[in-house]
């Protein structure tokens, strides 16, 4: 009897003359797995996900435009700096931007962006003083903005923290922020520019408000007769024709952004049944209007669209489909070469910011914007 042999040997030869006479099977054998590989059906090419209603082809190139100019504007230490008209507000605008890199599905550990929202978060979280506010020198003059700002985007991102040792620090920078907005709030129950000015206006009571809210519904502790307070003075602001004024006194006459940002923040609140927030509502759809459409003649207008496409959204989908249309085809044709929009005067990083939020409202990422 042969001997066992090696595989690939002919049981009758060994030697040379086996590895000769064997090699004709070798063709053979790619043939077989030449038929083999014919015959297995191929995978499809993953395709990508479909686009939400009313986000064209040409808004998603515009969306990635608008990314890739925000993540190479960011400093090394996480912030953005752009310089508007009146100066820079690092905090403020870290804050905002950060925001639409959320919208896009980000958070500090996943997505494309993912490495510029940690840088972000990081910069933000050390801006915090000891006595609470959440600010930079170069706003001290309006630090309540950055301040509001901030807790709205650090509520959003708390529940996203895959790190413990973030989370904690993130929850305790959001209780000391909440301690420091209860303790600067009016006797009306609004806020002002600063911390210690102990007066009032909408536009920084409206940041403080959504801010809190956005700490709330992370699960975090919040007054309540600190946020019910704040809902007061909307109401000591509201005018029979649905309009807000831009303080309590009603003086001066209805200011039709911050009425969109006052619905915003009842609807918040839960509130869409009230009755001041459906006048209101009304109100904004006509002194508004939608993209090009404008409805008057008022300043602000990133700002005012900041929160109309908030209130668009958040009232249902027939008022979205009647605002976003047009509200994209006007950002879509605003944007400018580098990817970025220039906004009221303030700059490119707030610009590009509010319209990428607006923009990318359909994807529904941000939780504050859960209907």
């Known amino acids: 009897m042969n001997p066992a042999l090696p595989p690939g040997r002919c049981r009758a030869e060994s030697g040379a003359s086996a590895s000769r006479r064997c090699f004709h099977r070798r063709p053979a054998l790619r043939t077989v797995a030449a038929v083999v590989a014919v015959l297995t059906p191929i995978a499809p090419a993953e395709l990508p996900p479909p686009l939400p209603p009313l986000v064209t082809p040409e808004t998603q190139k515009a969306i990635d435009r608008g990314l890739e100019y925000l993540a ?24 905002l931007a950060a925001m639409a890199l959320l919208a896009n599905g980000n958070t500090p550990t996943e997505g494309k962006y993912a490495v510029q929202v940690n840088s972000a978060t990081k910069f933000l979280l050390r801006c915090q003083d000891q006595d609470g506010l959440i600010s930079r020198v170069e706003e001290e003059s309006r630090s309540m903005y950055g301040h509001g700002f901030s807790m709205l985007f650090l509520g959003q991102v708390y529940g996203m923290e895959a ?129 090009g459409q404008r409805g008057g003649s008022w300043g602000h207008y990133y700002y005012a669209h900041l929160y109309m496409a908030q209130v668009m959204w958040l009232s249902g989908e027939a008022d979205w489909q009647w605002y976003f249309p047009s509200m994209r085809d006007w950002l879509l044709a605003a944007q400018g070469p580098d990817g970025s929009w220039d906004g009221d005067y303030v700059g490119k990083v707030y610009g590009t910011s509010i319209a990428l939020i607006i923009l990318q409202m359909p994807y529904g990422y941000l939780p504050i914007l859960q209907r």
């Not at 190479?72 to 804050?95: I, K, N």
């Not at 923040?265 to 109100?283: D, H, I, P, T, V």
């Open 163 to 291: 790190s413990t040792e973030t989370r904690d620090r993130i929850s305790q920078v959001l209780r000391n922020a909440v301690t420091l907005t209860s303790r600067s709030q009016s006797t009306l129950g609004g806020w002002l520019y600063t911390p210690d000015s102990r007066s009032d206006e909408g536009s920084v009571t409206i940041t403080q408000l959504q801010g809190l809210r956005s700490v709330r519904n992370a699960g975090l502790a919040v007054p309540k007769k600190t946020i019910d307070k704040a809902l007061g003075y909307l109401e000591k602001s509201w005018l029979p024709d649905g309009g807000i004024t831009y303080r309590a006194d009603r003086l001066g006459g209805a200011r039709p952004p911050i009425t969109a940002a006052a619905v915003a923040c009842w609807y918040n609140a839960g509130q869409y049944e009230n009755a001041m927030a459906k006048k209101s509502l009304a109100f904004v759809k006509q002194s508004i209007g939608r993209g």
């Open 72 to 95: 190479r504007t960011q400093s090394r230490e996480g912030s953005w700096r752009d310089q508007g008209s009146m100066g820079q507000f690092p905090v403020a605008m870290t804050a």
